[in-house]
């Protein structure tokens, strides 16, 4: 059983930046797509990012883009969010999913196996 835990979290002014990072107890995350998401209250999920086991990365939310970016370290099983720039708009909890078997762009639309449970980031002056 993959477990997701993520990390990174907190309050930010805006301008601010923060990493989130993924990263998975016993098992490796090598042979996995991950993706980030987010969900604000009363909002559905929205799909960030996604990198591919062979460390592509696709940024899907248009929102962010410029802003955010992805990256892996398979040497400590890690998958980082890095967040620069943040607007209030940014507040939500955001959390990571990993799917073996299937493409970034399904795992972004909600095909995953597995998620973790979540860092809350706020964005606030």
């Known amino acids: 059983q993959v477990q997701l835990v993520e990390s990174g979290g907190g309050s930010v002014q805006p301008g601010g930046s923060l990493t989130l990072s993924c990263t998975s107890s016993g098992y490796t995350l090598d042979y996995y797509n991950v993706a980030w998401f987010r969900q604000a209250p009363g909002k559905e999920p929205e799909g960030i990012s996604c990198i591919t086991r062979g460390n592509e990365l696709t940024m899907y939310l248009d929102s962010v883009k410029g802003r955010f970016s992805g990256s892996r370290n398979k040497t400590v099983n890690t998958v980082t969010l890095h967040m620069s720039n943040l607007k209030p708009e940014d507040t939500a909890l955001y959390y990571c999913?990993?799917?073996?078997?299937?493409?970034?762009?399904?795992?972004?639309?909600?095909?995953?196996?597995?998620r973790g449970q979540g860092t809350q980031v706020t964005v606030s002056s």
């Open positions: 999913a990993a799917e073996r078997f299937q493409l970034c762009r399904n795992i972004v639309g909600g095909q995953y196996t597995y």
